[in-house]
């Protein structure tokens, strides 16, 4: 570019005259689209596959997701079958997460764990979405009275200290699956109905739906192409984010005696019954459990930190 | 004016939340059996007559009630059953004061380390600095705090006895106990200091501060850093919250004769009284806490719209 | 007359993911001791990245000067050092931001913000800054100047903020001002009061003033020369009465044409289309897709600047001899 500007500046006089006459009009030259028009969900996604740490939380996930549902298959040992002449046992080709103290095999009782943590992280976020949205939903579309009642029940609840609470719940009603799962969403759902009543809205507000409306676009069109967009993104980072810290929670009660019972094994558990094993020696029985709990909530969180840049409308470039 | 009225009202929710809390505590232990309010009481016969002399068992249940809330408001906790001639607030008395001390220094220490690293984070965008710190505190977010303080104990203390294995009686006590309980927070602070802080320095203000010729230095600490602290601010309440929960287990793990100690005990022992007892009073302090956060939000930013807070 | 700032051939790209934005593309401008000059385009055309280059305050990375000088007042802009600019900004040239609404810290007191660059380039006391303070509030005419020196930003009305913001940019008394789109923001009435203000400033300062902006009526009203900005390059430029009586690039009669008359009342007259991809900006004139006399020649070679007077320059091959025949015939439609 630079160069044909240098050479006009001095050579005007040698452009050929037939090039000063009007150029034929192309209308659909200046038109052409520079980019492919890519759905929001496809551009989210292409945006994530870009996040390397995303990535490898995703990938983590879904090959602990697969060794939960086959990974106890793959050995002779059962869950909760002692064996106590092999207690202790370091990792080897037979045991090969090694043995706790009653001899039972660490390798499937790790993925029994991820069993309980899942379902637990899974259940308990799924049940926070689904009473935030309800009542995030009514509270916000509702508006006026019935908005202000409903915060000021939030605001309220919102004070208190959930995890004595469920600490509480467990004492009472005796730890049980059910009852951590109960304990957690009871106080849980305050927070997602917050986010969910803030989108709601937003949306109710802005331009482009009521701009979508008043050209006669289609309900569920106008549902699926605008809304959903924008209001489900900070839903799904805030449920990504609700998963470890279920996970933390379930394993933090078992950490003080709260915890799920036998037969179940969670990973929380596990750490528990191996505390005065490491300072022995065993460094295995709570390596194990402890470093699953981690790496699957850092897979959660950093899932969740890619899916918020990704699913963020301001952010597509 | 506006600022009083703000008070009040947050004060009055924090009365509610206190009260809704307290009536949960009751009716829950009403329905437990081996509670003292249950009708198979402690066999113990001076830890009967303590229980009697407390909670006149055998009035109605909204009698009880009433004297349960009285005697909450004149802050008396009740016996223990498990502990005969000592009552919840002999136990407060001498645990709190530990687990506020270690909970002090954690969270303080938190708070400047996590903003620390935050800045750094932030003026050093996509360098080598910034990814390591942020690498740090996602570790740091995904690593349960038990997991961590017995990891230090057997490497750190055991292993290579850099540290004392457990209690609370010097300041190398004190270390590790405050690491694995401060790593949480601090990792969530710098996170949310150094996005907060990116967002800043963006802003026209910043631009405008360079415009002024004013040094980096001044523009940091000065205009950015101060608005990049705010959010930080209002997640005091929750990090408190978790820290005040993580004392339980901490103080457990390194044998630290605080209040998360005696209460992780009572609840192995189904100590009713002392579970209900602790748990109103750590509410009503983290309660506290909260309102005291909100407070010094509204004085710090001058922009807060008061009477709407909460609301949006 | 003496040239207060002269800029030879300014480069600034942008480095990003999808390629390298070529922003400001070999702008030449100057201006005199104490006039306006406006800088009029559209948004995008690199008129703010030009005045930030001036500030230095493009964001590096991703931004760069690549080539080009700009020397004020016999020093080049484009090569002294950080901490030199540091004293020269807010000193010898000021900025005034598009939105006052955050152009003010909400954390900080009006009177800490103005008086904080004083005190940071001049030695006075804080009586003194105070004293000085209080005077640009009056200057710039916020009443009541000692209490509303203790308030916050919010306390302030938008038309108020841009006046604080304008004494701000005053108080270290500064020979070139740089306002970037200082009115856009606030409404028309406030507008022409802030108009107003500018100039009694430059007649009771002898301020110089680069005005960055895509309003029309704002140029009319307080410029002495415009310069016309289209994709990264000046097309024309010239006093305010050649470009608004003789405009010669059929960009700027665009421009001229679109701005909404009172007496054709409902009708607007867009120029159409949208301004190229910087990306990868065209060989030759950029204006070329969308200009309704656009010759073979246009698409292919950058036009020459055609020197009208000593004071209007247009860079189009319209002004070509071989292209009279057009500009004859379209004018006879």
Redesign the interface.
């Known amino acids: 570019m630079k160069t044909a500007e240098v050479e006009a500046q001095h050579s005007s006089s040698k452009i050929p005259d037939e090039w000063f006459q009007l150029k034929e009009k192309d209308k659909n030259a200046s038109e052409v689209v520079s980019r492919p028009s890519l759905s929001y969900w496809q551009d989210a996604w292409r945006r994530l596959r870009k996040n390397k740490m995303a990535m490898l939380g995703l990938v983590f996930l879904v090959i602990l997701s697969f060794m939960a549902i086959f990974g106890p298959v793959m050995t002779p040992y059962e869950v909760n079958k002692q064996d106590l002449p092999n207690q202790y046992q370091a990792p080897s080709s037979e045991h090969w997460f090694g043995t706790d103290s009653a001899g039972r095999d660490v390798f499937t009782r790790t993925w029994y764990g991820a069993r309980i943590s899942l379902f637990v992280g899974l259940v308990a976020a799924l049940i926070d979405v689904f009473i935030g949205i309800i009542y995030g939903g009514i509270s916000g579309y509702k508006g006026g009275r019935t908005d202000n009642i409903m915060m000021r029940i939030i605001e309220i609840l919102y004070g208190i200290p959930s995890l004595l609470v469920t600490i509480l719940l467990l004492v009472v009603m005796g730890p049980s699956l059910f009852t951590i799962i109960l304990a957690l969403t009871i106080t849980g759902w305050v927070g997602m109905a917050r986010i969910v009543r803030g989108q709601v809205l937003q949306i109710k507000n802005y331009e482009y739906v009521l701009a979508s409306q008043s050209f006669g676009g289609k309900t569920a069109r106008i549902i699926r192409k605008h809304l959903l967009p924008n209001t489900m993104g900070p839903i799904i980072v805030q449920m990504t984010l609700s998963v470890p810290s279920a996970i933390f929670a379930e394993a933090f009660l078992s950490f003080i005696g709260l915890g799920i019972q036998s037969p179940y094994a969670s990973w929380g558990v596990m750490a528990n019954d191996s505390l005065g094993a490491i300072l022995s020696g065993n460094w295995w029985t709570l390596f194990f459990p402890a470093f699953f709990i981690s790496f699957t909530m850092f897979a959660f969180n950093v899932l969740g930190d890619g899916l918020q840049d990704a699913l963020d409308p301001k952010l597509r470039k | 004016m506006d600022m009083l009225r703000y008070m009040l009202r947050r004060l009055l929710i924090a009365l509610v939340t206190l009260w809704i809390i307290v009536t949960i505590t009751f009716i829950l232990m009403v329905t437990v059996p081996g509670s003292p309010f249950s009708d198979e009481r402690s066999s113990n016969e001076a830890v009967q007559a303590n229980l009697e002399a407390h909670y006149n068992l055998d009035d109605p249940y909204y009698m009880q009630y009433l004297l349960y809330l009285k005697n909450i408001s004149m802050l008396d906790l009740g016996p223990s059953i498990k502990q005969p001639n000592q009552t919840v607030n002999d136990l407060l008395g001498r645990g709190f004061p530990i687990s506020f001390e270690l909970g002090m220094i954690t969270i303080i220490f938190a708070v400047v380390s996590g903003v620390v690293l935050g800045i750094i984070s932030a003026l050093r965008h996509n360098g080598v600095l910034d990814y390591l710190s942020m690498g740090f505190a996602v570790l740091g977010i995904s690593i349960p705090n038990f997991i961590l303080a017995t990891l230090f104990i057997q490497k750190l203390a055991a292993d290579w006895e850099f540290f004392p294995v457990a209690t609370w009686s010097s300041p190398m006590h004190m270390v590790l106990p405050v690491a694995a309980l401060a790593t949480g927070p601090m990792a969530i602070i710098a996170r949310l200091t150094r996005s907060t802080m990116l967002e800043v320095l963006t802003q026209d203000y910043i631009k405008m501060a360079r415009a002024k010729g004013l040094s980096p230095w001044k523009i940091t600490f000065k205009h950015a850093l101060r608005n990049a602290l705010m959010p930080v601010v209002t997640i005091m309440g929750t990090l408190l919250a978790g820290i005040l929960t993580g004392t339980f287990v901490i103080e457990q793990i390194f044998a630290i004769p605080g209040m998360g100690k005696y209460f992780v005990e009572s609840i192995n022992q189904r100590d009713y009284p002392v579970i209900m007892g602790t748990t109103v009073f750590y509410s009503t302090f983290l309660i506290f806490m909260l309102l005291l956060v909100d407070i010094v939000y509204g004085i710090i930013d001058p922009r807060i719209k008061l009477h709407k807070k909460g609301g949006e | 007359m003496e040239k207060i700032l002269d800029i030879k051939d300014l480069h600034v790209t942008f480095t990003t993911y ?1 390629g390298t934005v070529q922003a400001v593309r ?1 702008v030449d401008l100057y201006l005199n001791k104490g006039e306006t000059l406006a800088i009029v385009g559209e948004s995008g055309c690199g008129k703010s990245v030009t005045s930030n280059a001036i ?1 230095r ?1 493009i964001p590096s990375p991703p931004g760069k000067i690549s080539n080009g000088t700009i020397h004020f007042k016999g020093q080049d802009l484009t090569k002294v050092s950080e901490k030199k ?7 010898d040239i ?2 005034i ?3 006052p609404m ?7 007191t009006i009177g800490t913000q103005l008086m ?2 004083l005190r ?2 001049k030695d006075v006391s804080v009586k003194e800054a105070k004293q000085k303070a209080i005077e640009m509030m009056n200057l710039v005419g916020i009443p009541n100047p000692e209490e509303r020196l203790k308030q ?1 930003p ?1 306390q302030f009305s938008g038309g108020m903020r841009q006046r604080i ?1 304008i004494a ?2 005053l108080i270290c008394e500064p020979e070139l001002l740089i306002a970037d789109e200082p009115t856009t923001a606030l409404d028309v009435t406030i507008q022409a009061q802030i108009l107003e203000l500018f100039a009694k400033i430059q007649e009771e300062t002898g301020v110089s003033i680069i005005l960055i902006t895509h309003d029309l009526g704002v140029v009319a009203k307080i410029a002495d020369r415009i310069a016309v900005m289209y994709a990264g390059k000046i097309i024309e430029t010239g006093t305010k009465r050649d470009i608004f009586y003789r405009p010669q690039h059929p960009y700027t009669k665009g421009l001229l044409h679109s701005v909404p008359r009172l007496d054709e009342k409902g009708k607007l007259h867009p120029i ?3 301004p190229p ?1 910087l990306f990868s ?1 065209p ?2 004139c950029p204006f ?3 200009c309704p ?12 600047k055609s020197e009208r007077s000593d004071t209007h320059q247009v860079n189009c ?1 319209l002004q ?1 001899e ?2 009279k025949h ?1 500009l004859a015939e379209t004018a006879s439609k």
């Open positions: 999808g070999g500030m305050l600019m540091r004293s020269i900004r807010g000193v000021s900025m931001f598009q939105d955050t152009a003010l810290n909400p954390t900080l904080e660059g940071q380039h916050y919010h913001v701000i940019a159409d289309g949208t991809d900006p060989q030759g070329a897709a969308r006399l656009a010759m073979e020649v246009c698409d292919k070679v950058y036009p020459i091959w070509d071989r292209a057009l």
